[in-house]
């Protein structure tokens, strides 16, 4: 029998919303997939879904069928620009902004589904803090907090990350800043934050680095393209190049944690590499 292979598991959030962090998932998928990883992104703000949108998709199922059982997790999932599927989620749909703790454990789970055919699983959560963000958050390997230019950005990056430390026990983060002026601008943005992360809380966070203020990223939103993909020269496509080449050089975990994980089955077979 095969050893199974690790598969990355990404958390993409920010706190707030208007930071870009659907732009960064998608953007981050395509890139990855450019580098030849087989990648899903899944849209877990469920009730506001909007990766369909971005992408000029139209998806027949999606995640409110897989939790209705009426189908399964490979029948909503659908072939989407730049090389990657979607994982589609529901727009307007209030009982899917609430998730039980038991939906939220089959969703999660549903995925061991298709880990044979997937290395990396992008998950782009909803704004905010609420359980279901937390929820998604704790179920992946690596946490990246998207933060803008914004007051409000680097307190709710920090409300969120401090309440994950808290309640949930982590303490590492990997930050990205979006929509910079200025690489100096981006590292500014991080020094705020682990200004109030290193006097207030237990936690390691990571600088990433940056994506710059483009106006390609607002062309390609109105033609429903990743910026990679419609603009593959400008200077945010590169930029989300070098994030990915950063990702791929990310150690992937292979034990389990003891909680509710993506592919926790899989970790379960795999031999400790520890």
Not at 110 to 120: N, Q
Request: aromatic share 6%; proline share 4%; with cysteine.
């Amino acid at each position: 029998m095969s050893i199974p292979h690790p598969v990355q598991v990404i958390a993409v959030t920010g706190g707030k919303g208007g930071v870009g962090k659907t732009n960064v998932s998608v953007n981050l998928s395509v890139s990855l997939a450019q580098a030849g990883r087989r990648v899903v992104l899944m849209d877990a703000d469920l009730g506001l879904a909007n990766v369909d949108v971005l992408l000029g998709l139209r998806p027949v199922y999606n995640v409110s069928h897989l939790l209705a059982g009426e189908c399964r997790l490979s029948d909503i999932m659908i072939d989407a620009p730049g090389g990657i599927r979607i994982v589609p989620a529901s727009s307007g749909t209030q009982s899917l902004v609430s998730l039980s703790a038991h939906e939220h454990a089959e969703l999660v789970h549903a995925f061991s589904e298709v880990e044979d055919d997937i290395d990396v699983l992008v998950v782009d959560t909803a704004a905010g803090i609420s359980e279901s963000v937390v929820s998604f958050v704790r179920a992946a390997q690596e946490v990246l907090v998207v933060v803008c230019d914004e007051p409000t950005s680097i307190t709710d990056a920090y409300a969120l990350i401090k309440l994950l430390n808290r309640d949930c026990g982590m303490n590492r983060f990997r930050v990205l800043a979006n929509m910079v002026r200025s690489e100096q601008e981006g590292r500014n943005m991080y020094a705020k934050l682990t200004t109030v992360t290193d006097r207030f809380l237990d936690v390691t966070l990571q600088y990433v680095g940056s994506i710059p203020y483009d106006e390609s990223v607002r062309k390609a939103v109105k033609q429903q393209q990743p910026v990679c993909k419609a603009f593959p020269r400008s200077a945010a496509a590169q930029a989300f190049g070098k994030l990915a080449q950063k990702v791929l050089g990310w150690p992937v975990m292979s034990a389990p944690r003891g909680h509710l994980e993506f592919f926790v089955e899989r970790l379960v077979r795999m031999p400790n590499q520890r």
